[in-house]
């Protein structure tokens, strides 16, 4: 299995979980994926929509990897600027956040630069 397949598993599994957690059980994902970094308000609920978009492209991303690999792309922005916008500044603070994601996007951060099919999209 090439690495954009394994990375659009990765997204099915994680993001689906994250996305269905958020989206309808809000207060677990409080508790469980943002470890009460964060009050419980709507906007877990924006955030829960997201994910659950980036793991419904991610499944088609295993039927068509390069036609839906732009999700890829928002990835490395969202996650890249959340990294620098959000936690660099909490850790630096010493004000509570995610931990865990943001372990989870330094990972992805460090890894979708060399799965991102950037040689495929400039021969387009």
Not at 91 to 118: D, E, R, S
Request: glycine share 6%; proline share 7%.
């Amino acid at each position: 299995m090439t690495a954009i397949k394994l990375v659009y598993l990765a997204n099915i599994v994680v993001a689906g979980w994250i996305g269905t957690t958020s989206l309808f059980f809000p207060k677990t994902a409080t508790s469980a994926i943002f470890q009460n970094a964060y009050p419980t308000t709507d906007l877990m609920k924006l955030v829960g929509c997201l994910w659950l978009a980036i793991a419904i492209l991610s499944v088609l991303g295993l039927w068509k990897p390069m036609t839906f690999s732009p999700v890829l792309l928002l990835q490395l922005i969202y996650k890249g600027a959340w990294l620098l916008v959000v936690a660099y500044p909490a850790i630096k603070n010493n004000q509570p956040y995610p931990t865990g994601m943001a372990m989870f996007f330094i990972v992805w951060v460090l890894v979708l630069p060399f799965v991102i099919p950037w040689g495929e999209w400039v021969k387009q």
